[in-house]
C-alpha cells in the first residue's frame, strides 16, 4: 500500500496536514538536541517513509549519522531523492528493514526517533521491544503520533475531516482507496496517551511521557532506555 502511495505521499502529507506536520518534527528535534547530546553520534529514524524526519535532523545538526529504516522501497526511493537533492547523502544512511526485526545489534543507537510510524507496526509491542534493543542505555526515543482531540469543537471538526474530507482528498490524489480509509482507522485504532505510554514501559523504557500538539491532533511521546 505504502509503495503504490510514495509519489504522492509527500504532496498530501503536506495538504492534508495543512503543512502543521513540519512544525511538529521541528519541536521533537529542539527537544531531543535541547534534552540528549547526539552530535557525532548515531541516530536511526524508524519508518522514515520518505525520510522528512531524517532529513530535519540532518539539517538542524552538524555532526550526526543518520539512519533511514523503513519497510517499503517506494518510499526510500522518494527519500533518497530528497537526500541528493539536499546535499545529504554523506549524512543519511537508508536501509530497507522491518521495525520487528532489525538487522543491528543490541546497544547501536544514540537516539531514535518515529514519525507517524509506530501506528503501522503489525505488532506493535514487537516493534517497541526491537526499538529498545539496538538502542544504547540512557538513549532516548521520540514518538510523534496522529492523536484524536478530546475537546469541543476540535474532537467534532477533527472527526468531520478525518473520516469524511481526509478519505475523499486521499482517494483523489493517490489512486489508492485503501490508504486514506486506513487512516483514520489506523489512528482510532493505536493505544493512545496513557495506553501507550503503559506499552513504552512494558517494553523495557523509562521516563515516558506525552504532549499535545495543535489542539490534540497530535501527541509527542518521550521516553528513554
Not at 47 to 72: N, P, W, Y
Not at 102 to 128: E, W
Amino acid at each position: 500500500m505504502f509503495d503504490n502511495i510514495a509519489h504522492r505521499y509527500d504532496f498530501l502529507n503536506h495538504l492534508l496536514s495543512l503543512g502543521i506536520d513540519r512544525s511538529w518534527r521541528r519541536k521533537a528535534i529542539r527537544w531531543l538536541k535541547e534534552h540528549h547530546s547526539i552530535e557525532g553520534e548515531q541516530v536511526m529514524d524508524m519508518a522514515t517513509g520518505t525520510g522528512d524526519f531524517a532529513i530535519d535532523l540532518a539539517k538542524r545538526t552538524e555532526d550526526v549519522a543518520i539512519v533511514a529504516l523503513d519497510l517499503s522501497e517506494q518510499m526510500l526511493s522518494k527519500g533518497r531523492q530528497k537526500s541528493s537533492k539536499n546535499a545529504l547523502d554523506d549524512r543519511i544512511t537508508w536501509v530497507k528493514g522491518d521495525a520487528e526485526a532489525l538487522p543491528y545489534k543490541d546497544d547501536s543507537f544514540s537516539a531514535m526517533t518515529v514519525g507517524f510510524g509506530v501506528r503501522n507496526f503489525g505488532n506493535i509491542q514487537q516493534g517497541l521491544r526491537e526499538m529498545h534493543r539496538i538502542l544504547k542505555p540512557g538513549a532516548p526515543l521520540i514518538v510523534l503520533e496522529v492523536s484524536q482531540p478530546k475537546k469541543f469543537p476540535m474532537r467534532q471538526i477533527f472527526g468531520v475531516y478525518f473520516r469524511g474530507i481526509l478519505p475523499f482528498v486521499g482517494r483523489v490524489f493517490s489512486k489508492d482507496h485503501r490508504a486514506y480509509t486506513y487512516l483514520p482507522e489506523s489512528v482510532k485504532a493505536f493505544p493512545e496517551g496513557e495506553d501507550f505510554i503503559a506499552l513504552l514501559h512494558e517494553a523495557g523504557f523509562h521516563q515516558g511521557n506525552h504532549q499535545s500538539l495543535t489542539a490534540g491532533i497530535c501527541a509527542m511521546y518521550t521516553c528513554t532506555k
